[in-house]
Nanobody, 127 residues
Framework: QVQLVESGGGLVQAGGSLKLSCAAS????????MGWFRQAPGKEREFVAV????????YYADSVKGRFTISRDNAKNALYLQMDSLKSEDTAVYHC????????????????????WGQGTQVIVSS
């Protein structure tokens, strides 16, 4: 069982930066693929970024590529999302999510394949 708690959201002006954190409890954190997803009002939950388990690759949604950086610290059971050059369209509730072991292809981007979710942290970007 994994429990996830996000923090770091807030209100920021367009062009600014925020760093989100996700604290995970439970064993063998390094064996979990960890992802960030977001959900804006009236929209479906969408993939943002993922770091694959056991030293695997990182992947990003096209909309955030070059602006966001996902990272993890396995010693601290922590996941991060550095968000730079924020835009108003980045406004959403951001959730971290976990699934055991590696993902392949589209499974990495599909929220239905993740078993554990945090409650989310609100990010508001003002233009």
């Amino acid at each position: 069982q994994v429990q996830l708690v996000e923090s770091g959201g807030g209100l920021v002006q367009a062009g600014g930066s925020l760093k989100l954190s996700c604290a995970a409890s439970g064993p063998a954190f390094s064996m979990y693929t960890m992802g960030w997803f977001r959900q804006a009002p009236g929209k479906e939950r969408e993939f943002v970024a993922v770091t694959v388990a056991s030293g695997g690759m990182t992947y990003y949604a096209d909309s955030v590529k070059g602006r966001f950086t996902i990272s993890r610290d396995n010693a601290k059971n922590a996941l991060y999302l550095q968000m730079d050059s924020l835009k108003s369209e980045d406004t959403a509730v951001y959730h971290c999510a976990a699934r055991r072991n590696r993902c392949v292809g589209s499974a990495c981007y599909d929220p239905e394949t993740y078993s554990y979710w945090g409650q989310g942290t609100q990010v508001i970007v003002s233009s």
